[in-house]
């Protein structure tokens, strides 16, 4: 080689630094997006003992669970990602699974399939050469829950240039897409509410449109009163019966006619309830200031003009012990009970009885909270051995809805699981219910234990927790609404899947029970969350800071259209067609006869999905019209399509 040519090769490879090994857990892991109890591990199982996979040990990696997401950015110049993973034999089910993924620039690299404990780890030798964006991610198998702890062992890059650098995800602009509602008024709520003969009776006619709006209704009840100026209606509910009314609203710039049914007998909740409740905002902090401010936001906002009129309170307005599980402050300590055996609530709610006057007279209803237990789940007092003394109690108070949260029952059952145990608490409250003089939605807080879907409604109940809590795990909405839509053959007026409160705008952190703050959803995700749920026929029980909504907040929780198909008199919950692994339909059938369809994809990148007539179970040409946006897009024959954001939900109406 001549000199001149030889100096030049080597003063280029001089000038390229050699290839270095960064492990992966040399790196920032703050960016490892992971959400519920605990958190991830530096060389340690997820349960903090040493890594093992099917009994080979490793001294170095993380030790996570499903569901887990690590965005990464890179130079382009890194040669090589390297690890062992699966599920660690720590991991405390024998069921748990996982599966790995790697994604880099929106296309997947390497996908482990199903990974069980118990089961040899796979190897990963990836060339990352040219790519600039990378997502390590762990996922749950078939929407499983069961302890999926998930090693990424001996992990490392071989870099040419700079280390990988974690970053957060995708950023997204939040994008206001509902249109304001119109000047005009428009009706909105349900079509069809039901009550109880001769109880008291409190309605307030959700409606949008400029103040002040002119209300009359044809067909009243004689025992029911209409107040004009507000659209509230009270009174006594009607003879046993249906009674069909018209509903009109007007003011200057149109009118607005509707009707609705009120159906007198012996099935309340014959919608989804839809509402709010302090506990993902407030826990340990609520008051009865804080509830009467969440009513006044309620009507200012609009959301009671879109059908939200329940405002409850859940745990720890009662009395405490000091030493609680979460502990009080001073004034939430006392006695549980006065000498006649009467709950004493603790000292931020001096005034249970004006309280719900304060919510009743703005036409909204009023909701409360306890265990079956001797103990709520924060140690605050509970109804055992006082069912029906408490229940009376709530009545009197005014209450319309009792959330039953199984907490401390679990000491009382001392061990035993059976179907028969799971079920007495709540037939024994169920039965107190149906016999006071109120109507009260009562809402079974149990976990899905025992499959209560299959008999929550039999013992009284008109809606029921299907699994955990949501709160700390809000990156596992598609999950959830996938396990919740197993149920839907349960699903039906009176009787509803609830899988737990809507959580956007500013809510707190759950694993610390925090003060709110922004939730970590994006604009797509939170889209989602109230589409889903929709979709679902839940009920609509937002969870967040009243005090602090946004724009963009309220046009999520308060798209008339949106909520319509959560409130569908034909009360079905969406069928599921798988597509992809990240990508189905939700289908739900409408009274009307169009389908509301939900195109989804819970994956990383974006997704074209097309939903086809034969999975919707229509023909011909039928109009497709986007509800977010509130608009037809045309008339399509044998399929719609559609571009869908990563974790993204469109959600449409055909017909």
Known sequence: MKPILLAFVLAAVSACPAAETVPLTSLDLGHLHFEGWGKPQTDKSFVGKPLSIAGQKFEHGIGTRALSTLWLELDGRVQKFSASVGVDDAAPNEAASAIFSIIGDGKKLWISGTMKRGE?????????????????????????????????????????????????????KKVILTPKPPSAPRINGPKVYGCRPDHPFIYRIPTTGERPIRFAADGLPSSLQLDAATGIITGAAPARGTHTLTLHAKNGHGQATREFKIVSGDTLALTPSMGWNHWYAHYNRVSDVMMREAADVMVRTGMADVGYSYVNIDDCWMNATPDAKRTPDPLRIGPFRDDGGNIIPNKYFPNMRAMTDYIHAKGLKAGIYTSPGPLTCGGFCGAYQHEEQDAKQFAEWGFDFLKYDWCSYSKVAAGDKSLDMMK??????????????????????????????????????????TANDLGAELNRIFPVALKNAEHRAWSKPGAWNDPDYIQIGYVGDASSEGAPKPCPLTASEQYSFMSLWCLMASPLFYSGDMSQLDAFTLNVLCNPEVIEVDQDPLGESAQVVKLTDDTFLMVKNMEDGSKAVGLCNRGETKEVITAKWTDLGVTGKHIVRDLWRQKNLGKFDGQFTATVPRHGVVLVRVK
Not at 125 to 131: I, M, R
Not at 149 to 168: L, R, Y
């Open 120 to 172: 040899p780890s796979k190897r990963v030798d990836l060339n990352l050469k040219g790519v600039h964006s990378l997502l390590l991610k762990v996922d749950h198998v078939a929407e499983s829950n069961t302890f999926d702890h998930a090693d990424w062992a001996d992990a490392s890059f071989i870099v040419a240039g700079a280390k990988p650098c974690t970053v957060n995800a995708p950023a997204e």
């Open 424 to 465: 007495k608490p709540y037939a024994l409250m169920g039965g107190i219910l149906k016999k006071l003089p109120r109507d009260v939605v009562f809402n079974l807080c149990q976990y899905g234990m025992g499959d209560v879907w299959e008999w929550g409604a039999e013992i009284g109940g008109h809606s029921w927790r």
